[in-house]
């Protein structure tokens, strides 16, 4: 770090002609606008009898900067597993696939490893490492993308043959869609005389997906996650996606990567699941991780061996933090103890002032101003209505409207009440919910107040279209 002469004369309290002076006296010739160097700096202090503190204030989103970290331009590249996130609607079969692909495959050449929840584990095909998060469905890909974290490099979306497309597979969709996530459709329960994996293709079409064998460059691999059948594939799948997306991260550089889960732990303390996605963490490593921070005590794997050493892509559990962190929130690990605590401290003490300050999330009160700002180029709308019929008619409407060159993006329909997923989503896509003739249900209010989420509730056509074309216009009326 380096001040000017100027701004130390400014922390100290003193003219600058004096300062220059001092220097002069050391025999330095300086200027009021010179940079000066750590030696002089402290020279200068301990003739004021002043003790230098080398200050590092840092706000809780610049845990990014580290993140992304030019270190890697010089860091050798090499080839990372993929993450790999299962969706889809419920019963369909994602935890059973879940179980199946890491009972069969993750013990093989891990000889008498017991099974660790840690919240993702991995596997090895063909002698390629696949990551797997353990949580099914959505809930824990948007929390993290709300929290700007990206962990996901593919998603196996699971469609029952029996079932077909329902709405959380067509939510699933919208959440992958909306965080650029490729799309790979496992259709399950193929062991079912009632299986119509047709069906389900057809039904997809819809949704942007056609598969390969139609003429498009959707992979659907027939299963049955419950008998075992069709896993190879669909693991060789992943991995071709995977090649195709050339995924890459650096093997020597100190770890960064997001936090999975975490708990406190009655004997151990604060203990969290990180997936590493960059660079490699050790044991001793002094870490920041969200607004806590500490030096890395213990690691456990998937198979609850303890290691020393966790590469790109794999998922560990550590003890040694202060507190606990929060799912999506990133890691960082520091060359000093000291560097960590300090930065760790202070995003703590920033993430308290953050909680008094209000979200900035588009509301259709502040969309004006964020829209002349130039902050947005695109208004995301989720619309929410009582039938399908007029979800339809009112997306295309809205998708008409366009002012000053925002245009309005409809990142996900459907018809029912205002659900959680929606909340969540639109949390994560800066997006305003619209319901018609319908309500939110208890969760998705109570989700929507903690994000800032803005709902707006109507029940004639032309008013919702008005409203989002003021509001735009920066015509809407205070709300009182
Ligand atoms: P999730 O809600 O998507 O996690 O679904 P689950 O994995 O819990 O599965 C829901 C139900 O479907 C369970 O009773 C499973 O045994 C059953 N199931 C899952 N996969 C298959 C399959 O391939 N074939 C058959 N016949 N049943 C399955």
């Not at 600058?16 to 200068?44: C, H, R």
């Not at 936090?259 to 732990?265: K, R, S």
């Not at 002349?372 to 019929?389: C, R, T, Y």
Request: proline share 3%; net charge negative; with cysteine.
């Amino acid at each position: 770090e380096s001040l000017s002469v100027g701004e130390l004369a400014n922390k100290l309290g003193r003219e600058p002609s004096e300062i220059i002076k001092k220097l002069f006296m050391l025999g330095v010739m300086a200027t009021i606008n010179q940079e000066l160097d750590k030696d002089a700096i402290e020279l200068i202090c301990a003739d004021y009898e002043v003790e230098v503190e080398e200050e590092i204030r840092i706000d809780v989103t610049d845990l990014e900067i580290y993140f992304e970290d030019s270190e890697e331009v010089e860091a050798e590249l090499t080839e990372r597993p993929p993450v790999v996130t299962i969706m889809g609607h419920v019963d369909h079969g994602k935890t059973t696939l879940l179980d199946s692909i890491r009972d069969t495959k993750v013990t093989q050449g891990e000889a008498g490893g017991i099974t660790q929840h840690i919240g993702a584990y991995q596997i090895e095909v063909e002698g390629k490492k696949i990551t797997f998060l353990d949580t099914p469905g959505h809930a824990a890909f948007t929390t993290m993308r709300a929290r700007g974290a990206k962990v996901t490099d593919i998603t196996i979306l699971v469609v029952a043959a029996d079932d077909g497309v329902m709405p959380q597979t067509i939510e699933a969709i919208n959440h992958a869609k909306a965080a650029e996530v490729p799309i790979i459709v496992a259709v399950n329960k193929m062991d079912k005389p009632s299986a119509n994996p047709d069906r389900v293709m057809q039904e997809l079409t819809e949704h942007g997906l056609l598969s390969e064998a139609w003429g498009g460059d959707t992979i659907f691999v027939p299963i049955s996650a419950l008998k075992g059948e069709g896993i190879d594939h669909l693991l060789e799948m992943v991995l071709l996606v995977s090649e195709v997306a050339e995924l890459k991260a650096s093997k020597n550089i100190r770890a960064k990567g997001t936090v999975i889960e975490a708990q406190l732990d009655r004997g151990r303390g604060s203990v969290a699941t990180l997936l590493v996605q960059d660079g490699t963490l050790r044991v001793g490593d002094p870490i920041v991780v969200g607004t806590t921070f500490g030096k890395v005590r213990a690691m456990i794997n998937d198979l609850g061996r303890r290691v020393k050493e966790a590469g790109p892509s794999t998922p560990v559990e550590i003890t040694g933090l202060n507190e606990v962190p929060q799912a999506g929130d990133r890691f960082v690990v520091f060359e000093d103890e000291k560097t960590a605590r300090q930065i760790g401290e202070s995003r703590a003490g920033d993430a308290l002032q953050e909680q008094r300050v209000e979200k900035t999330r588009v509301t259709l009160d502040n969309l004006f101003d964020q829209m002349k700002q130039g902050e947005m180029k695109e208004l995301n709308l989720i619309v929410k209505a009582d039938v399908q019929g007029t979800v339809e008619a009112m997306a295309a409407s809205l998708m008409k409207i366009e002012v000053e060159g925002v245009n309005v993006k409809i990142i996900h329909t459907g018809a029912g009440a205002i659900n959680e997923s929606d909340i969540s989503l639109a949390a994560a896509s800066n997006a305003i919910v619209i319901g018609f003739n319908v309500r939110p249900d208890v969760n998705a209010k109570r989700a929507a107040e903690e994000e800032g989420v803005d709902i707006r509730l109507h029940r004639v056509i032309y008013k919702v279209i008005e409203e989002i074309e003021f509001a735009m216009k920066g015509l809407l009326d205070p709300e009182f």
